[in-house]
């Protein structure tokens, strides 16, 4: 039996625009992505058995193919003919928090593409392994490509950008899940009158300006969210922004928050600060 180990980072979202609804019922977006230095463990063997097996530390995760990691192996195996003779087992240790908004899921999924890609000898072109991450979920593609990239279309459309310079990042989970497809409804039937400014981060991104790219952090979910979600988040924001943050923001549909810092210490110092409130806080850099 042949096995591999993969990690899968998780990521956050430096702006989310939500462009408006596209005729296939997704929505098109545009996204500046980053990956951080918090990973989940996949670890995949290869056996003779026909089927998809999960087992995972996170009672709570489903483990037939509603679970992203699962459906991408079986979507792997179904694209390369080897579903009728060829079996996988997935231990994933989840350390990203789950339904928060940082692509735990996303990533997990990718991992087991990039993974499979090696453990089965397919070779499948990166354009192919795109292809079938975008069937399982919009921030897959991503996901496979990792570091800074801004998304676009569904999330499956990718170009790269010049890498985050370096710094200190805070990520915070509040104790609440967010509905996914309740805020595209909301910003389908409530248009944030603030949109991000994109172009401008990508060019702070260019100029490796960490102060103009934390100014232009920007998610427009945040207008949508219910009010004690909201009120939540400002107060996270708030928290980060009062012990040094360059800039804070929500990820992706939340509801986690994170806040960039150019000092180590500061960073810590607002990790301390969040942590007698909330259970999941995290310090990592971006990768």
């Not at 996949?42 to 709570?60: A, I, K």
């Not at 919009?138 to 990239?149: E, K, L």
Request: charged content about 25%; aromatic content about 6%.
């Amino acid at each position: 039996m042949r096995r591999l180990i993969e990690k899968a980072p998780a990521k956050i979202n430096l702006t989310l625009d939500v462009l408006g609804l596209r005729p296939d019922g997704y929505h098109d977006v545009e996204m500046v992505m980053q990956s951080v230095s918090l990973y989940d463990s996949v670890t995949m063997t290869l056996h003779r058995n026909p089927g998809v097996l999960l087992e995972t530390n996170r009672e709570d995760l489903p483990r037939d193919r509603k679970n992203l990691a699962v459906d991408a192996a079986c979507r792997f195996l179904e694209a390369t003919g080897l579903e009728e003779r060829q079996g996988v087992f997935i231990a994933l240790d989840k350390r990203i928090p789950v339904f928060a908004g940082v692509g735990g899921g996303s990533s997990d999924a990718a991992a087991v593409l990039r993974g499979l890609n090696r453990l089965t000898r397919q070779a499948l072109s990166p354009s192919e392994l795109l292809e079938i991450g975008a069937q399982v979920g919009s921030d897959v593609p991503y996901c496979i490509v990792g570091g800074t990239a801004l998304a676009q279309g569904r999330g499956e459309i990718l170009s790269r950008l010049p890498p985050l310079p370096s710094c200190h990042i805070v990520l915070c989970k509040p104790g609440f899940d967010v509905a996914t497809p309740a805020l595209f409804r909301a910003v389908d039937e409530w248009p944030p009158r603030r949109r991000p400014d994109t172009r401008g981060a990508i060019s702070a991104l260019e100029a490796g300006d960490i102060h103009g790219i934390s100014a232009k952090l920007h998610n427009v979910f945040e207008a949508v969210l219910a009010e004690e979600q909201w009120e939540t988040v400002v107060a996270i924001r708030r928290t980060l922004t009062e012990e040094g943050a360059l800039g804070t923001a929500m990820s992706g549909t939340g509801p986690t928050v994170f806040g960039i810092f150019y000092e180590e210490e500061l960073a810590r110092r607002a990790k301390f600060a969040l942590q007698s409130r909330y259970q999941e806080v995290f310090l990592v850099q971006p990768v």
